[in-house]
């Protein structure tokens, strides 16, 4: 009967720890809706006309990623939600490039590419003539280098640059990109 006592009193107590530990952390999702833009209007990237390919992504603008900033143990996963459009007659491989300078400007894709920038999200080809759709969780297979830019999340201001491969070629229409940060908080 002793054994059971303490067993239970161990459980017990262990349940305890893990509740604590459950209210003092937790995981909270922060969005940005970049596109359309400011004006409700589509955004339009392509190689003959990358001047306005610079998308700015403001985390601090959301109240929860204001009020949770200092207490930011992790960035769990960034994510989007997309809706782009290819109207060529041939496919492209669409690119995201995460800047974390908001102050840099790129002329062309090739420029962006030159500069060593990293891409956060690449792979997802868009056939000709032809609008994608992918949800956050499917995003996930398209991440890469997240690790890099974790510091980058935190401070909650960066830019995105799409691109898309084939470089010489191409014209993305943006209909919604919303970036989906996943960050676990705590005391």
């Known amino acids: 009967m002793k054994r059971i006592r303490t067993i239970y009193w161990m459980s017990l107590a262990a349940v305890m720890v893990m509740l604590a530990g459950c209210l003092i952390t937790g995981t909270v999702v922060i969005t940005a809706t970049v596109a359309p833009d400011d004006n409700g209007e589509s955004i339009i990237v392509s190689n003959l006309d990358f001047s306005n390919a610079e998308l700015e992504v403001n985390l601090t603008d959301d109240p929860t990623f204001a009020e949770h900033r200092d207490k930011i143990k992790n960035i ?3 994510g989007f939600y997309l809706s782009a459009e290819n109207p060529l007659t ?3 491989t669409f690119q995201l490039f995460l800047v974390p300078d908001t102050s840099l400007n790129f002329d062309s894709a090739q420029l962006l590419v030159d500069s060593l920038a990293q891409p956060i999200l690449t792979g997802l080809t868009i056939p000709a003539q032809t609008t994608v759709t992918i949800e956050w969780n499917e995003s996930m297979q398209y991440v ?10 935190q401070k909650g201001v960066f830019s ?3 691109a898309a491969i084939p470089r010489d070629n191409f014209r993305i229409v943006i ?8 960050l676990t908080t705590g005391d």
Not at 144 to 153: G, I, P, Q, R, S
Not at 175 to 182: A, E, F, G, N, P
């Open 144 to 153: 890469t280098n997240l690790a890099e830019f974790k510091d980058v999340l």
């Open 160 to 162: 995105l640059y799409p």
């Open 175 to 182: 209909d919604s990109l919303v970036v989906i940060v996943t």
């Open 90 to 92: 041939s496919s492209a």
């Open 76 to 78: 769990d996963n960034i």
